[in-house]
């Protein structure tokens, strides 16, 4: 067993050279003496791996595990293996990490990273973290909203009670270099450890291709491919870094560098003439973990890496060995849409300090190049000058629904570090109140303790609910799961291949009897589960094993959730009156009256949920091309690009929503939320008067459907 040792070793020594190992004795101490501390240095100086490992040895261990919170998954399972290397300990048994539908821990793992969305799961079930010595919030200047909401909690958590603690928690915060003083004055003025880093200057440069008005992805990605290449051919030796937004432009981007780096002719000079071939990575987040790994090992000698990521690469993950960037402008950010009231993943300029940082991860070890594609009036009109935290742009139902569910009855007044806009948090109270999970006081209901008990969303929770009480989870149990992991369909990128997956996905839309979209998710599960060999399977009809493959564990831990909660006594059981064929439609009318949309003109739908935003059905949708034949349907998700569409369709009819449609309209948020109001303001009357008005609009449009159906 010579060779792990030997890496062993390389990597200790390795360790040794980071920013952060001179100050591990201060450090130790300043964790000791303080329950908040807050820690900052530039990315790469070692906080995530090292600090852990440093708090171990200084047995902190002892009383309590050491959790470490990351806002992405993928950084929470790579940096886990890495320290498990570093440790010499397999993986799972002393460092393990925890995401959503996948637990890699033990009874003996100390060290444990997980995401944040975890870590609040946590909570619930363990409100003083009494498993817990020491808890780290890691990569705080992200501002997830998860890792907002544990900051709010955490700040109060410790201090009150040590119920069931033997020693008071240590909350250990590190962000790259930003706000440290916000933070510090947001946990009662704690100290702040800065870890000095060395940063080398970096060189930027517009390359000008991009401008205010490109903002087409394969504009961006030709112009990062072509900077990628010539920074290939003319510059001295030194790794790249390509920042896109997502996995399928990455792939397209990969593909155009696999197709030019080869052909090249190497004749021209390249400064120190090592360079000689390009090796091309992909990075993004839903990759299998032993390609992820490949990212991090140095290139052959006389090869360059060029590595293709998201913004996972700007601070979450450092790759050893970049000297160029080539920053494409862009990411991919959840946002809620207010035209269309819900959250969308866009893709939209980042913001300036946002480029300042990929431009950082050049200059880590010697000076280095940031390759900006776009031009300086793109930088001056179209990026702001911060990113928004998610908490103030995306919705908080979930989020809300999980305080309550911990007694936090006041969230608007609950400690936020930057406070949501206030219709941001009525809105989520709202959602809540319609899915029943809250009730018009604002306290959580039965059915909200259930809901916050699954890792869905909780219209989808809902529904799920609502199969168990009929008795009919085992069709919907497989419909969440699928609807939980990436993407299933494979689409090629070949026209001709592209056809042959188009057949081969409308065989399995008719095989699925109706035209249903989640009806098809339900029959891909069970026609491939039943297989004999269920990647072949996969393979022949142009499906993604790997995320059938995750659908299958999450639909198991999902049934265990489930069948917990059936044990317990009032779990809610109905009969169900109807044809069969109706019934996993009715159950998902449940979980989804919030996205029904009816046919107006043409091909076009008319949402119901008070915005009544015009929408198209998705391309990608069994029922595309059949909206002539539609006329009330529920959805999935929206894509917004020129047009909205939703994807995932279900025709349903009116009668399955029509008492619960109503509720959309019922309330006045400001019933919900425990703020006592005195007075009623001019703003209050108004919305009554709105609320009022959509009420009427319901009305009327009850009628005209009563029309329709007698026709
Ligand atoms: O957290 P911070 O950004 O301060 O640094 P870190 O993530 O602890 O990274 C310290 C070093 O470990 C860097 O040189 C990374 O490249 C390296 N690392 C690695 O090689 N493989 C990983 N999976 C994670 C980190
Ligand atoms: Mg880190």
């Known amino acids: 067993m010579s060779k792990p040792e030997e890496s062993n070793w390389t990597r200790d020594t390795e360790s040794k050279h980071l920013p952060i190992y001179q100050h591990r004795h201060r450090?130790?101490?300043?964790?000791?003496?303080?329950?908040?501390?807050?820690?900052?240095?530039?990315?790469?100086?070692?906080?995530?791996?090292?600090?852990?490992?440093?708090?171990?040895?200084?047995?902190?261990?002892?009383?309590?595990?050491?959790?470490?919170?990351?806002?992405?998954?993928?950084?929470?399972?790579?940096?886990?293996?890495?320290?498990?290397?570093?440790?010499?300990?397999?993986?799972?048994?002393?460092?393990?990490?925890?995401?959503?539908?996948?637990?890699?821990?033990?009874?003996?793992?100390?060290?444990?990273?997980?995401?944040?969305?975890?870590?609040?799961?946590?909570?619930?079930?363990?409100?003083?973290?009494?498993?817990?010595?020491?808890?780290?919030?890691?990569?705080?200047?992200?501002?997830?909203?998860?890792?907002?909401?544990?900051?709010?909690?955490?700040?109060?958590?410790?201090?009150?009670?040590?119920?069931?603690?033997?020693?008071?928690?240590?909350?250990?915060?590190?962000s790259a270099t930003l706000e440290t003083d916000k933070l510090s004055g947001f946990l009662g003025d704690c100290p702040v450890f800065t870890i000095p880093g060395r940063i080398y200057p970096v060189k930027e440069l517009y390359c000008n291709l991009i401008g205010p008005k490109d903002k087409d992805s394969s504009a961006y990605v030709k112009a990062v491919v072509k900077v990628a290449l010539d920074v290939h051919t003319n510059e001295a030796s030194g790794d790249i870094l390509v920042f896109l937004t997502g996995q399928s432009e990455i792939e397209k981007a990969c593909d155009m560098l696999f197709a030019k780096a080869e052909s090249i002719d190497y004749r021209y000079d390249v400064d120190d003439r090592t360079v000689e071939g390009l090796l091309i990575l992909p990075l993004y987040g839903s990759m299998?973990?032993?390609?992820?790994?490949?990212?991090?090992?140095?290139?052959?000698?006389?090869?360059?890496?060029?590595?293709?990521?998201?913004?996972?690469?700007?601070?979450?993950?450092?790759?050893?060995?970049?000297?160029?960037?080539?920053?494409?402008?862009?990411?991919?950010?959840?946002?809620h849409n207010s035209r269309v009231g819900l959250d969308i993943l866009d893709v939209v300029p980042i913001s300036k300090s946002e480029a300042q940082q990929r431009a950082g991860r050049a200059g880590r070890t010697s000076p280095g190049k940031c390759f900006r594609i776009y031009n300086k009036e793109f930088w001056e009109n179209c990026m702001p000058e911060y990113t928004v935290p998610e908490i103030q742009r995306t919705s908080l139902t979930?989020?809300?629904?999980?305080?309550?569910?911990?007694?936090?009855?006041?969230?608007?007044?609950?400690?936020?570090?930057?406070?949501?806009?206030?219709r941001f948090i009525l809105d989520a109270l709202k959602k809540l109140y319609q899915f029943d999970a809250i009730d018009r006081k604002g306290n959580v209901t039965s059915l909200g303790r259930m809901m916050?008990?699954?890792?869905?969303?909780?219209?989808?929770?809902?529904?799920?609910?609502?199969?168990?009480?009929?008795?009919?989870?085992?069709?919907?149990?497989?419909?969440?799961?699928?609807?939980?992991?990436?993407?299933?369909?494979?689409?090629?990128?070949?026209?001709e291949k592209q056809k042959e997956a188009e057949i081969m996905h409308t065989e399995l839309a008719a095989c699925s009897g109706s035209c249903n979209d989640f009806l098809m998710l339900l029959c891909i599960f069970e026609k491939c589960r039943a297989s004999e060999n269920p990647s072949a399977w996969s393979k022949d009809h142009w499906i993604h094993w790997r995320a059938l493959k995750s659908a299958f564990s999450v639909e198991t831990q999902l049934r265990e959730i489930l069948l917990r909660l059936k044990q317990?006594?009032?779990?809610?059981?109905?009969?169900?009156?109807?044809?069969?064929?109706?019934?996993?439609?009715?159950?998902?009318?449940?979980?989804?009256?919030?996205?029904?949309?009816?046919?107006?003109?043409?091909?076009?739908?008319?949402?119901?949920?008070?915005?009544?935003?015009?929408?198209?059905?998705?391309?990608?949708?069994?029922?595309?091309?059949?909206?002539?034949?539609?006329?009330?349907?529920?959805?999935?998700?929206?894509?917004?690009?020129?047009?909205?569409?939703?994807?995932?369709?279900?025709?349903?009819?009116?009668?399955?929503?029509?008492?619960?449609?109503?509720?959309?309209?019922?309330?006045?948020?400001?019933?919900?939320?425990?703020?006592?109001?005195?007075?009623?303001?001019?703003?209050?009357?108004?919305?009554?008067?709105?609320?009022?008005?959509?009420?009427?609009?319901?009305?009327?449009?009850?009628?005209?459907?009563?029309?329709?159906?007698?026709?």
């Not at 979930?398 to 206030?422: A, M, N, Q």
Request: hydrophobic content about 35%; some cysteine; aromatic content about 6%.
């Open 27 to 174: 450090l130790i101490e300043a964790v000791k003496e303080n329950q908040f501390l807050v820690v900052t240095g530039e990315t790469g100086s070692g906080k995530t791996t090292q600090l852990p490992q440093y708090l171990y040895q200084a047995g902190f261990c002892r009383n309590g595990k050491i959790g470490v919170t990351q806002p992405r998954r993928v950084a929470a399972i790579t940096v886990a293996q890495r320290v498990s290397q570093e440790m010499a300990v397999g993986l799972g048994h002393q460092v393990g990490y925890q995401v959503r539908f996948d637990d890699c821990t033990t009874k003996d793992t100390l060290i444990k990273y997980m995401t944040d969305g975890c870590m609040l799961r946590e909570i619930l079930t363990d409100s003083s973290l009494e498993q817990y010595s020491v808890v780290i919030l890691d990569e705080v200047h992200e501002r997830s909203l998860n890792t907002d909401i544990l900051l709010g909690l955490l700040k109060k958590t410790p201090s009150r009670g040590t119920r069931g603690r033997k020693l008071p928690l240590k909350v250990v915060v590190m």
């Open 568 to 711: 317990q006594k009032d779990f809610p059981q109905e009969t169900f009156k109807g044809s069969n064929s109706e019934l996993l439609r009715q159950c998902l009318c449940h979980g989804y009256f919030t996205h029904v949309a009816r046919r107006s003109v043409g091909k076009t739908f008319c949402t119901m949920d008070g915005h009544g935003s015009t929408v198209h059905i998705h391309p990608s949708s069994s029922l595309f091309g059949q909206e002539a034949k539609l006329d009330w349907i529920i959805f999935h998700d929206v894509l917004v690009t020129s047009r909205v569409y939703v994807r995932t369709v279900c025709p349903i009819r009116y009668d399955w929503v029509k008492d619960l449609l109503p509720k959309l309209h019922e309330i006045d948020v400001y019933d919900l939320s425990s703020v006592a109001r005195e007075e009623v303001t001019d703003e209050e009357m108004a919305r009554w008067e709105k609320k009022r008005a959509a009420q009427k609009q319901m009305e009327s449009i009850e009628d005209a459907s009563k029309k329709l159906e007698k026709r």
């Open 452 to 495: 916050v008990e699954f890792p869905l969303p909780p219209g989808l929770t809902r529904a799920l609910l609502k199969s168990a009480a009929l008795g009919c989870e085992d069709a919907m149990l497989p419909v969440a799961a699928m609807l939980s992991v990436e993407n299933i369909f494979i689409r090629p990128g070949l026209p």
């Open 288 to 335: 299998p973990t032993d390609q992820q790994k490949q990212i991090f090992q140095p290139a052959p000698a006389g090869v360059r890496k060029c590595v293709v990521a998201t913004n996972i690469a700007a601070t979450s993950l450092t790759i050893n060995g970049v000297r160029y960037i080539v920053d494409s402008g862009f990411v991919k950010q959840l946002n």
């Open 398 to 422: 979930s989020v809300i629904l999980t305080l309550k569910c911990l007694g936090v009855h006041d969230v608007i007044r609950f400690s936020y570090l930057d406070r949501p806009e206030e």
